[in-house]
């Protein structure tokens, strides 16, 4: 067994520790390399639960909250999912062995291609890295049985709502500013009767986009 593969077995065993039951789950991010979604410099601290630098001021997500939002998600075979922060592609390439078909999409077109590169190299064909707002959705694929959204907006984008299927869920954190945001699951029970559970506190970066946060102000979009 070689370091990287020990050091997953490791972030698996805490994650079952720390409540993820879900054993596809548990199987999915034993077969991802998560080294080889952040730069070689921070190898070293793939399997370490936290969050890591991607560039661009973005992160990795920390992989307990990864599993965390897969499994509110409740992620079945023939599932379409949509997630929108595509980021390294990592929590991609985990959906992409959980269900039918994944699309994500990344609106830093630098972090875009790093991610269709690396999903590319691990052979995931139903995974597929669009650049573009994702607040507005991706309409050509709706509806879909789960959306996951992993940056935090200031509401729920109304686009991604109508694109849930009758019983999809979307996994979002929502909050006025980073450091009072909620994660929030939303069930659509039929065509205008949404759930709403809020599943506790949680920090992401901003959610930019027409249906999000305005991008600041001189940050020029690559
Ligand atoms: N899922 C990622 C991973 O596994 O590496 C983590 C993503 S990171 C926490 C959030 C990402 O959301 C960032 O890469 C950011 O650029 C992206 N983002 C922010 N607003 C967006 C939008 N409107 N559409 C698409 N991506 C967005």
């Known amino acids: 067994m070689n370091d990287s593969t020990s050091a997953r077995d490791g972030m698996i065993t805490d ?3 720390r409540g993820i039951r879900d054993a596809r789950i548990l199987d999915a991010m034993r077969h991802i390399p998560r080294e080889k979604f952040v730069d070689p410099q921070l190898a070293a601290q793939a399997y370490c639960d936290m969050p890591l630098p991607i560039g661009e001021g973005q992160t990795i997500s920390q992989p307990l909250m990864t599993a965390m939002m897969i499994e509110a998600a409740c992620i079945e075979p023939p599932h379409r999912v949509l997630e929108i922060g595509a980021g390294s592609g990592y929590s991609a ?3 992409g062995r959980l269900a039918q078909r994944v699309w994500t999409i990344e609106r830093l077109a630098r972090l875009a291609r790093f991610a ?3 999903i590319a190299e691990l052979g995931l064909a139903n995974v597929t890295v669009l650049r573009g707002d994702g607040t507005a959705g991706w309409a050509p694929a709706a509806p879909f049985n789960a959306i996951l959204v992993t940056a935090s907006g ?6 991604l709502r ?6 999809g869920r979307l996994i979002i954190p929502v909050g006025p500013d980073g450091n009072s945001q909620r994660l929030l699951r939303i069930t659509r029970n039929n065509r205008d ?4 559970e809020d599943l506790g506190a ?7 986009g027409e249906h999000g946060f305005a991008e600041p102000a001189g940050h020029r979009q690559r």
């Open 93 to 95: 390439a985990v959906l």
């Open 15 to 17: 994650m079952e520790k």
């Open 162 to 167: 109508q694109q849930l299927a009758i019983g």
């Open 154 to 159: 200031p509401s729920v984008p109304a686009p």
């Open 116 to 118: 269709g590169a690396r």
């Open 193 to 196: 009767d949404f759930a709403e």
């Open 202 to 208: 949680v920090a992401f970066v901003p959610l930019i």
